[in-house]
Every structure is written in C-alpha cells, then in structure tokens.
C-alpha cells in the first residue's frame, strides 16, 4: 500500500523535458480517528526528467532530503536522522528490438552521531521479439543495495529505499526489499492474444552483508544474524502471473509465488518454503 503524504508540489513542464520540486510530512494511519502527519518527518526533493540528453531514452535525475525525529542510533541514543538521497534514473531503446534501464543512487548524512553513507543500483536489459508467435521479451536484471557491515561503528552503510510501493520489484512474494541485498532476476513476458498475458520470472538473492540482515519489501528488517555466521545466501524465487483483459473495464489475473529457502533462511528463520497466490478482479469506471 502507497504512503500517504501532506505535500505541496511545483511542477515546470516544457516539451523535451519536466522538472517537479515537492515538500512533504509523512501521514501516519490511526484507528479510529483521522489520520495525522507525523511532526519532524518530512521528506522533500526535487526530481527531472529530460528526453533529448540520450537519444530514443529518458535521463531522470533527482535528490531527496528526509528527516526524522525520534530514531536510535548505533550507540543507542534518541536522536535526529537527517541525510540526502542523490541519484539518477535512464531508460531507453537500442536498435535490434533491444531496451534498457538504469538507476544509482547514494546516500549521506547523520543520524545522531552516526554518518550515513550507502548506495543503491538498479541494470535491467530486455529482448522483445515481435515476429515470434506470443511476441516473447526476454528480461535479465540486476538489483544491489549496500548493507552494513558494522553495526555498531557508527557508519550506517544500509541503503534506504524511502517510501516504496515495492510489489513485485524483488520478488512477487515481496518479502525481499531494496536494502542489503544483492538480487539477479530473469525471465519471460508473453502476449499470446491482445486481451491475454503471461509472465514467469526467477529471483536469486544473496546479503550485501552477511553482519546486517534480511529486509522485507517495505524495508522492515525480519531476519539478522550479527555476527554473519548464517552465511550470504538467501534463497530463491519463482514466480509466475496472467492477466486477461474481459473488456476495457474488467480485467481478470493470478498470480503464483514459491520462495526456496538458502542457507541465511535455513539459519536466521525456520526455513520453511514460503507459498504466495492472489486472484484478483478489476474493474475500470
């Protein structure tokens, strides 16, 4: 589920390229009552997009300030986070049916006593096939995110992914989030018809840092073993989903994930294999 935001928004448009500039408090969900912004927990940034600096591509570059209050540093005081998140995203088309995407982004700043310094990179190429029947696209992905190695040296080195709506980015299961982690990711898209799809993909993960821990889609950590004697390896995943288009209002698609436990679940977790299914219905008004 996406975050919700108290924020206002400057945009700047012109035709080859856009510029957004934002502020906002994060919004806490209560029981019973309104929902409130939380004081003291802001993020702001600025983010572009330009359509002419690499030809048939998109260059997306950006920076985000976030600030909280009330965080525990290595050392365990209360204290203040305030750091900034500078990246870059690209995406673009080769000839010979070929596409791409890129994304790096680091991190500096401080909680408390604490430096922040982290970073994050994101490769994907695809391979689409448009005169083989069920016009295939084949995928092959790369995912890393810094974790630390050190947990109580006062450099936090875990990348944080701010406020994601993650699903289906690491894993169709989502237990698996863009921090200390690194994740290969492969697989297939099909469209046998206009109105139906199907895809198959496959997730290998392993930590970043085997002394920092395991880190669901939402960035909640789940799972560490701090001295790193559970080993690197998380485990894997398969996943596979459909979509079939009724009509321009109703769609119809399943999906079916099985998660096999490495060596770091078989240690830190019961290592049970995880099954995930959905069916789902949507209707457009």
Known sequence: TARSFDAVRASYRQKNYRIDAFAASVVNTREGEFDRRTDGNNLHGIYGAFNTLVPKAVVEPYAFWRVARGLRSESGTISKLDFKTIGFRLAGKLPANLDY????????????PDDVRAWAGHWVAGYSMPRVPYTPRLVAEYNYASGDANPTDG???????????????????????WKNIHDVRSGIELKPTK??????????????????????????????????????YVGQEADFQTAYAVSTQIQLGGGYAHIFPGTFLQHATPGKRYRFSYLMVTYLF
């Open 101 to 112: 995407g890129a994304e790096i982004a680091g991190e500096t700043g401080s909680l408390g």
């Open 155 to 177: 450099h936090r080195q875990t990348f944080d992914h701010l406020y994601p709506t993650p699903h289906d980015k690491y894993g169709l299961a989502n237990q698996v989030g």
């Open 195 to 232: 109105k139906l799809s199907l895809s198959a993909f496959y997730n290998s993960w392993g930590l970043a840092s085997t002394r920092d821990g395991r880190y669901n889609a939402v960035g909640t950590l789940v799972a560490r073993v701090a001295d790193g004697s559970a080993g690197r």
